[in-house]
């Protein structure tokens, strides 16, 4: 079992917006704004989509947002597009002995 | 443009050590981050190993830690990492990458390797 919880699934039509929760403890997510999210297609490495809650990389659409409400954040993508299909991953420090945990994976389907 | 490149057997027997490098390009692994690596076996998710700095400081997921150890080499701008007492449970794909030091993000990413732990 992860350490952060993630649904297994979301889906959306193309155009829509969907957001995927990420739901830890004070200790992890609530504690400190060191949450991120990965997208990864079949096959690949994954990509680094946001970094301390809500920043993007240099080259990462703006589709993209991310935000915090205690200990669950959230990734939303707006304007859903075929090649937004993929597993999204939630990371985060943690000031257990863990030191860094993931979130279980959301399958994201577009429509 | 920072690349990182895993390399090593993809075939390890029960009991015996899981030894992998990760080569490094565009960025001198001395001038700063930490280099780790994070495994996912076959349909499942992702799971922190451990960190190096350069410096030799290192972080293990606790899990792991009795049995990991990551080391760097910055004269080859490469790190490593050894798992030994290998199980089936330690079959998955392994992926090097940079982490910053405020552990809020892993940027680069290796394409990542395949290890099998069969006899």
């Known amino acids: 079992q992860s350490a952060l919880t993630q649904p297994a699934s979301v889906s959306g039509s193309p155009g829509q917006s969907i957001t995927i929760s990420c739901t830890g403890t004070s200790s992890d997510v609530g504690g400190y704004n060191y949450v991120s999210w990965y997208q990864q297609h079949p096959g690949k490495a994954p990509k680094l989509m946001i970094y301390?809650?809500?920043n993007r990389p240099s080259g990462v659409s703006n589709r993209f947002s991310g935000s915090k409400s205690g200990n669950t954040a959230s990734l939303t993508i707006s304007g859903l597009q075929a090649e937004d299909e993929a597993d999204y991953y939630c990371?985060?420090?943690?000031?257990?002995?863990?030191?860094?945990?993931f979130g279980g994976g959301t399958k994201l389907t577009v429509l | 443009q920072v690349q990182l490149q895993e390399s090593g057997p993809g075939l390890v027997k029960p009991s015996e050590t899981l030894s992998l490098t990760c080569a490094v390009s565009g960025y001198s692994i001395s001038s700063g981050y930490y280099w780790g690596w994070i495994r996912q076996p076959p349909g499942k998710g992702l799971e922190w190993i451990g960190s190096i700095h350069h410096s030799g400081s290192t972080y293990y997921n606790p899990s792991l830690k009795s049995r990991v150890t990551i080391s760097v080499d910055t004269s080859k701008n490469q790190f490593s990492l050894k798992l030994n007492s290998v199980t089936a449970a330690d079959t998955a794909v392994y992926y090097c990458?940079?982490?910053?030091?405020?552990?809020?993000?892993?940027?680069?990413w290796g394409q990542g390797t395949l290890v099998t732990v069969s006899s």
């Open positions: 990371s985060s420090y943690t000031s257990s002995s863990t030191l860094m945990v």
């Open positions: 990458a940079r982490r910053s030091s405020s552990w809020d993000r892993h940027d680069y």
């Open positions: 301390e809650v809500s």
